[in-house]
């Protein structure tokens, strides 16, 4: 964790950072004459893997705030997003029906691109102080309580024949994601905003974060 | 602003606010912004959404309650500053919570102990959208477009007076009808109860309320034309059908729920029959 605090150090303003850290700056690696070029690559792998696990740490729990912004990456966002559109998306194995109702994968991978730049762009439209792709990352990064709720509901789906009890656990498991992940972005970004329009740019993500609970608890087998 | 011909989409209006109206314009971005603003800046885009959240929800309440806008509304308010936040925000939510309380409607109407599975129908969404955004964009420019064919201003008429006859620009139409679809949201969710004239009540009073408002502000402008009559029946017959189509295709189930019950086992029933 020491390293990562000096990481966060390089910058200090809000913009975004995609640099490797300078040789100084990385602690994990003890020898100073050690390069990236040199590494081995499970060290290469394994540091950008400690930085999307720890970002995926922070969204569960939101109180130190701004960590996550000074490096952002899309890393985080892809897993979550291809893993929510695989299971939510209609298996036609089971069912052969022309139009059974669910969303297709890619109907479900746009819905977060395009949700999150959209988001997005109205903050940064109503004069948001905070950088495309930070504000993309934070957003992505907080569907992990829906996509954990989502697991959450396949595995009530898989194990237990539904009756209208599971169907209301579904709809409250969801509703928990919801709100974890609605309070966690707030969290995150609320205070890039001018004041007098923190209501505009919180809404958006309110609704965005609402559409994806609707798909996690409307989702059958 | 004497020459109708340049105002088209109002963007000269915005030059006019830049110059008249600085404190307004969000100046933290960029201080030394010249009031000329390239298409591809993201500033020229701020210019729509320099909103505040007071103003959002005062043109929305505006929106739902008739005679609560002046006369003037159109052109002191929704001219001055026309936002695109309130309209865009407004149909997206309107399209998600059709989507969503048609779905719930369904289920709701769902025959549960039948062994028929339920699905929910994520194409909702892309039928509400296709309607609502047609109709939230083709209306103000077929408004904006008859207003312009018929009405003749006068020149000599002096502009800055309140009651001085105008014609609003698309921008502003664009604005004012995004807004007057907000009152369809809360009245989607109630949409869900299924009892028919609980239903047919709620269209009636959802159309009569916002429909009064468009009517109300646009009816200075209206007035000019020579076609004003057509225009008010137009206006409001429109509104009126969006509301009762919105009903009848997202709402009222029990014949599309019956007739997927009867199509589900027809296949089976057809082989029986050659077999």
Redesign the interface.
Known sequence: MNSEDERFEIGDDLSGNLTVPSKSSRGPIKSSNFDTLDEPIRDTIMRDLNAVISKFRHVLNPKQKNNMLKEWDLWGPLLLCTTMATILQTSYQEDKNA?????EFA?VFLIVWFGAGIVTL?S????G?ISFFQSVCVLGYCLTPLALSLICCKIILILFTQT?FFFFLRIVISMLGFLWATYASVMFMGDSQ?P?????VI??MF?FY??IS??VA?H?N | MSSAADDLLGFKDFDDIAVSQPKKVIQDESPSSSPKLSMFQIEYYQQFFNIDTNDVVERVINSMIPKRASASYLKTKLEVNPDLYGPFWVTTTLIFTIAISGNLANFFQHDHSSKFHWHYNFHLVSYASTCIILYTSLMPFLIWSVLKYSVDLNDDTNPDLESAPYIPSLLSLICLYGYSLAVYIPVSVLWTIPLLILQWLLVLTAAFLSGSVLINVLMPSLKLSKYSIFLIVGIASAHFVLAAGFMLYFFHVPSTAASVVVNIPSPIISVNATG
Do not use: M
């Not at chain 1, 139009?99 to 969303?103: Q, W």
């Open positions: 139009d059974s109702g669910g969303p109907e109205n940064k439209l109503l004069g102080q209208g001018p007098k329009r923190k209501a505009l809404y958006p609704l609402f559409v609707w798909l409307s059958t």
